[in-house]
């Protein structure tokens, strides 16, 4: 038999590509806003930075509590059906194979062959054949809580160093519009880039990033504008 190489999929990526793409989207928006929200209230450049730096760390352990306690509850859910599953198979081995065989079915195999398919991948590993073609659940996509949590913490701390990094050096009379500006660069890049790895529109990729983080900056900086004190 010919060697068969391995192909290369994106899904692959799927773990830890959203989460860091969520945590540095998140860690750039919610701290160039900030900035942003605090300088339009006539705040002082030091105010501007004290705050940015405490959204920083606020959000990356925000992000990191979030994340652990969300992935570990869909990866509480997905053992909890693995466990039933093995359970049934340890009780009504018969019904589980008939469920499996009606499940090549569906997707198209005729009976005698879904059943001959069903009996061998069975034979081979009844519990991680359940658990992939029943359940829908297979190693690629399965939930790691503290991968996701590190992955974000660490993609916000990333991407709210940038703007936080503009406020400090940028002259305080430019610095809402360099924020500004080189955040909405900084995101351009982000979606370009994400979309690139998932193998996306790197166009659509690019207008969805942009479009929400130039909305939220602009709700805060409306809001600082409004209230006109520091907070």
Do not use: C
Not at 196 to 203: C, D, E, L, M
């Amino acid at each position: 038999m010919a060697n068969i190489q391995a192909e290369y999929h994106r899904t692959q990526h799927i773990g830890w590509l959203r989460a860091a793409v969520l945590g540095a989207n998140d860690g750039i928006v919610s701290t160039a806003s900030l900035i942003l929200g605090v300088a339009a209230a006539n705040a002082t450049q030091s105010a501007v930075l004290v705050a940015g730096a405490a959204g920083l760390v606020a959000g990356a352990m925000s992000m990191a509590a979030g994340e652990y306690v969300s992935v570990s509850s869909q990866s509480d859910t997905e053992q909890a059906d693995i466990a039933r599953e093995r359970r049934e198979l340890a009780t009504d081995g018969a019904h589980e194979l008939a469920e499996l065989a009606a499940i090549y079915v569906q997707r198209g195999l005729d009976t005698e062959l879904a059943q001959q398919v069903a009996l061998q991948l069975t034979a081979k590993d009844a519990l991680g054949a359940h658990t992939r073609d029943e359940l829908g659940l297979s190693e690629t996509v399965s939930a790691n809580p503290l991968q996701a949590a590190l992955v974000s913490a660490l993609s916000f701390v990333v991407g709210a160093s940038l703007p936080l990094l503009i406020a400090w050096l940028a002259p305080y009379a430019v610095l809402t519009p360099a924020v500004a500006a080189t955040s909405l660069l900084f995101l351009v890049i982000l979606g370009g880039l994400a979309a690139y790895t998932g193998g996306a529109g790197i166009v659509k990729g690019i207008l969805r990033v942009a479009f929400w983080g130039v909305l939220a900056m602009a709700l805060t900086s409306g809001v600082g504008r409004l209230f006109g004190v520091a907070v």
